[in-house]
C-alpha cells in the first residue's frame, strides 16, 4: 500500500517533488526511481530520516553488544 500511494502522490501533483524522505527499509523510493515518474530529465534524491538510522543502528549495536557477551561467558 504505501508504494501504490508514494505514486500516486508524485503521480498526481502539480509540484514536482526532488527529494524524498524515507525510512530507510521503504520499497516506495525504488518504485519512484524505476517508474521515472517525471521523464529521464527529472531525478528524485532520497534523504534518510536520523530517527530511523539511529534506530537501525542502535538495535544492531545492542544484538552485537549480547552476542558478544554471551561468547565471552563459557
Not at 534524491?45 to 563459557?74: A, N, P, Q, W, Y
Request: charge should be positive; hydrophobic fraction near 30%.
Amino acid at each position: 500500500m504505501e508504494v501504490a500511494g508514494a505514486l500516486s502522490i508524485f503521480q498526481r501533483s502539480n509540484v514536482r517533488y526532488t527529494k524524498y524522505l524515507g525510512d530507510g527499509d521503504s520499497k516506495a523510493f525504488t518504485s519512484i526511481v524505476q517508474n521515472k515518474v517525471y521523464g529521464d530529465h527529472c531525478s528524485v534524491e532520497k534523504l534518510e530520516c536520523i530517527g530511523h538510522v539511529m534506530k537501525r543502528m542502535g538495535t544492531r549495536l545492542r544484538r552485537l553488544k549480547t552476542k558478544d557477551e554471551r561468547s565471552k561467558t563459557f
